[in-house]
């Protein structure tokens, strides 16, 4: 971007509500001098019993439920893992051919999916509890080359990175702990840190989950190595992967919880194994756990959540180096990363008094905390946290922009009864104090998606219509609003073309009266171009509407879901096509009729040009699919996940088949069937 223009936002205004997956914080309000850089400043743990009294002064009843009397003893699965063998002399190259990315937040920050392509043609994909191993190109040699069983059976996969002959595979295991109704529920190996113990109760389910990172070689991609295995108590929250460095975020319960502890318990009986987290790693065949060292947690002074949220750093290009971990007392539900630095966010829902609500407390306020950690080279550093008013939406409401971290928040005053949401734009300084702030925006709406362009921002809230505010961010300590556009309709996911240029997709929305007042009803699915040149007068080019009420797309609340091919302006997502009946109301629910991937070629002097709809659905499917009904399951396995690209040939990949396309006429090459 040119260094004379102006550094703006833009909102796009919403008022339909939205749901948010995060695990919340509550806390009670309390009265205190201390200031919000007193309370937000990490502080270390001086020994194991200064953490035990922590933990028992946080602790929490919410797992003081459904208990079960048991008898435990405190284990952890080690099945040994085969040494990993040589690779062979001759070596698939992974820099052949030139192939598509996954779609993410931040240039260089890496993001896992369930399907990725290497450089070498190969595909990769995750289906029904395994890696399919597949040759995507020449489309000629297109087959299913191998299976890559999973080293335990009750590991869920999640997500992919690949990169220079590495496979990594993110996901969950749930390990059991024996007890007398099921001695031996899996095959258990006894580690010499965590001793029997009596607890006399266990929280239902009897067990805990593990985060790991499985590492193959696939150099040789027919005959993938293990080579690496690393595991994480706690569940899995997100990862990013920069060059050779991979970091991933957990989110750890003290094992105490699950034992009922009694309330008189003191610190001193309480086991280290039960209230630090294990580490395991795997690689040369070799097993070894510890517990995470007390030096490598920090707490704020008004934590509420006695969990650990816990950052891995693990270095792919060296199998011999160790992982790296940091963690703090308290919680994270999303994640943003930039090249140096990684942020969590963290939800914290301030109630008065010993109940979640007190009407002596008037101004009952949700605030997001922040937390800043420094990475580099698979090095992780605790550097700082803030905190400001309202909930974020997903990562794309955060973003760093030199010293400065942004981020967009919606504030529900669900405690007078009206919900009168606002919203706001704070940024940042690189402590984590707050330097500017642009407050009560869009009241009554609630923001739907956000993207930061450098120094510019679009955020995007609805009710009726979409109003685009511009704001200006030239000076991080004065933001302003600039101009305004109002376009029916509302964006779901923002994605930039280049600097003066935006596309959104989301719904068309119009308003109904059901017989209590208009209500906002989402209708089929609408993209736009918009024009932002002039931040005064944003303008919106061009929009192409698909379908009817109830059309969908995964674009709409999965990123990773886009196809972008910013070199020929190709624009390319999947679609669950919907169609209202003839005679039928466009606000009755339509009829599901297709599925495949929509491809648009887009320009700003030529707006969405149709250059295919693409479907692997057998031809003599007839498809009809109505209101409240499941996708027939003959019928889901052709659904089209992803849009691949290998050189000149264009792939779709479902759970049942992989379509190879020419890219310039959109021509059928081949296509595969896949092994369940």
């Not at 435990?72 to 001759?90: F, H, K, R, V």
């Not at 595909?123 to 995507?136: A, E, L, P, S, T």
């Not at 002959?165 to 006894?190: A, D, F």
């Not at 629910?589 to 297709?594: L, N, P, R």
Request: one cysteine or more.
């Amino acid at each position: 971007m040119k260094k004379h223009q102006k550094s703006s936002v833009l909102l796009l205004a919403s008022s339909l509500l939205f749901t948010v997956t995060a695990q919340p914080v509550f806390a009670a309000t309390t009265t205190t001098k201390a200031t919000v850089a007193d309370k937000l400043k990490p502080q270390r743990l001086t020994s194991r019993l200064s953490l035990a009294n922590l933990l028992l002064k946080h602790k929490t009843n919410r797992f003081r439920y459904s208990m079960v009397d048991y008898v435990l003893e405190d284990a952890m699965n080690g099945a040994p893992i085969p040494p990993a063998m040589a690779s062979p002399n001759e070596k698939t190259s992974d820099s052949d051919f030139n192939t598509s990315e996954t779609n993410v937040q931040v240039q260089g920050v890496d993001e896992s999916d369930i399907i990725k392509v290497a450089k070498n043609g190969y595909i990769y994909q995750i289906y029904n509890g395994k890696i399919r191993v597949i040759k995507g190109y020449p489309v000629v040699e297109m087959t299913q080359r191998a299976d890559i069983s999973l080293p335990q059976d009750n590991f869920s996969p999640s997500g992919l990175y690949v990169e220079n002959g590495k496979l990594i595979v993110m996901g969950q295991t749930w390990q059991y702990l024996n007890s007398p109704e099921q001695p031996e529920p899996r095959p258990m190996e006894k580690i010499a840190i965590m001793p029997p113990i009596d607890y006399g109760y266990c929280w239902w389910g009897c067990g805990y989950s593990q985060t790991r990172a499985l590492v193959y070689d696939v150099s040789s991609p027919e005959n993938p190595q293990l080579v690496r295995d690393v595991s994480i108590d706690g569940d899995y929250v997100d990862s990013r992967r920069i060059g050779d460095n991979l970091y991933f975020v957990t989110r750890s319960y003290p094992r105490y919880y699950l034992y009922g502890y009694d309330d008189n318990l003191g610190a001193k009986e309480i086991q280290p194994a039960d209230m630090l987290p294990a580490i395991t790693e795997t690689k040369q065949g070799k097993t070894t756990t510890r517990l995470m060292s007390i030096s490598q947690i920090s707490y704020l002074p008004e934590f509420v959540e006695p969990d650990y949220v816990i950052v891995t750093g693990l270095n792919l290009a060296n199998d011999n180096k160790s992982v790296t971990t940091k963690a703090y007392l308290g919680a994270g539900e999303m994640v943003y990363s930039s090249v140096n630095n990684l942020y969590l966010s963290a939800s914290k829902y301030n109630f008065g008094g010993d109940y979640y609500y007190d009407e002596s407390v008037k101004n009952n306020v949700t605030t997001t905390q922040i937390f800043k950690f420094g990475i580099g080279n698979g090095s992780i550093t605790f550097n700082a946290a803030g905190e400001v008013e309202g909930t974020v939406l997903n990562q794309f409401s955060m973003d760093e922009n030199g010293d400065y971290f942004r981020i967009a928040t919606t504030t529900h005053n669900w405690y007078d009864g009206a919900d009168q949401s606002t919203n706001s734009l704070f940024v940042l300084n690189k402590d984590m104090q707050t330097v500017g702030k642009l407050e009560n925006l869009a009241k009554g709406e609630r923001i739907y998606s956000t993207r930061f362009m450098g120094n510019r921002a679009y955020i995007v809230t609805f009710k009726q219509v979409d109003p685009l505010f511009a704001i200006d961010l030239t000076e991080p300590t004065n933001p302003f609003v600039a101009g305004e556009l109002k376009i029916p309709g509302y964006s779901e996911y923002l994605h930039p073309y280049d600097e003066n240029h935006l596309i959104g997709i989301g719904h068309e929305a119009t308003s109904y009266d059901y017989g209590y007042g208009d209500v906002s009803i989402a209708l089929g699915l609408k993209m736009a171009l918009f024009d932002v040149t002039d931040m005064k007068n944003p303008r919106e080019l061009y929009n192409v509407k698909i379908g009817d009420k109830g059309t969908s797309s995964p674009l709409t609340y999965n990123h990773k879901a886009l196809y972008w091919d910013a070199e020929k302006h190709l624009f390319g997502f999947p679609v669950d096509y919907y169609e209202v009946s003839s005679g039928g109301k466009p606000t009755d629910y339509g009829v599901g009729k297709w599925q495949g991937a929509y491809i648009y070629e887009v320009t700003p002097e030529r707006g969405f040009v149709e250059k295919a709809k693409l479907s692997q659905l057998p031809i003599t499917a007839n498809m009809t699919i109505n209101y409240g009904d499941y996708s027939p399951y003959t019928y889901y396995n052709y659904f089209v996940d992803r849009i691949l690209r290998v050189e000149n040939s264009l792939f779709t990949l479902s759970n049942n088949q992989l379509n190879a396309y020419d890219l310039s006429s959109f021509a059928e090459q081949n296509r595969v069937a896949l092994k369940p």
